[in-house]
């Protein structure tokens, strides 16, 4: 009985490990920059607070009233220049326009080589994250079958945790398609 709880227990962790892989990949490309406004876009970006790092999304309110704006309101006036700064010095590529009380990001639209440039990147973080669960799958099996020479356990129970662990990453594996895909049409959408 007890060899049973502990293949469950291997079989639970892969499947907790493959689906934190899914999060990570579904959070990182939700900050992947497409012509639509997305108040993921800037919430992680890292803002000196009085000389401490700060997330935006701890020290403002983000909104995104229309498809192509980010609004932040700083629940500080005294932090509107230094949120400005961050914004500037990140990554994103966009000037902020701010009136003492609200920072305002407008969004370009993207062109057309911009937007199959993006496609091709995503592609390949989703190919990274396949690999990823692959490999979390290769491990799995790795410690079934040194469970099943240690213990004992029939060839046929690791067998069957075998075929668990393979319908467990396809699983996951077709969702990372399911969100590549998505993650493309919203990219090449107009």
């Known amino acids: 009985m007890s060899e049973d709880k502990e293949l469950e227990g ?7 490990r493959m689906k934190k892989s899914l999060n990570t990949f579904d959070s990182e490309l939700s900050r992947i920059r ?84 993006l496609v091709k990147f995503v592609s390949k973080v989703g190919e990274d994250y396949k690999v990823s669960i692959r490999q979390i799958r290769k491990d799995t099996n790795h410690t079934l079958k040194e469970v099943e020479k240690e213990d004992n356990i029939s060839e046929d129970e690791v067998k069957k945790q075998l075929n668990k662990v393979q319908a467990m990453t396809d699983k996951h594996i077709k969702e990372v398609g399911e969100i590549l895909e998505k993650k493309e049409k919203e990219i090449l959408e107009i």
């Not at 500037?88 to 911009?114: A, F, H, Q, Y």
Request: glycine share 4%.
């Open 10 to 16: 291997i079989i639970q962790r892969a499947d907790e």
């Open 34 to 117: 497409t012509g639509r406004a997305s108040s993921a876009l800037v919430e992680h970006i890292m803002v000196d607070y009085y000389g401490v790092k700060t997330p935006l999304n701890q020290m403002a309110t983000i909104s995104t009233p229309e498809a192509r704006t980010i609004l932040i309101q700083p629940w500080d006036m005294n932090a509107v220049s230094e949120i400005e700064k961050a914004i500037m010095t990140s990554e994103l590529g966009i000037n902020p326009s701010n009136d003492g009380k609200i920072i305002r990001l407008v969004i370009p639209v993207l062109t057309e080589e911009r937007r199959k440039e």
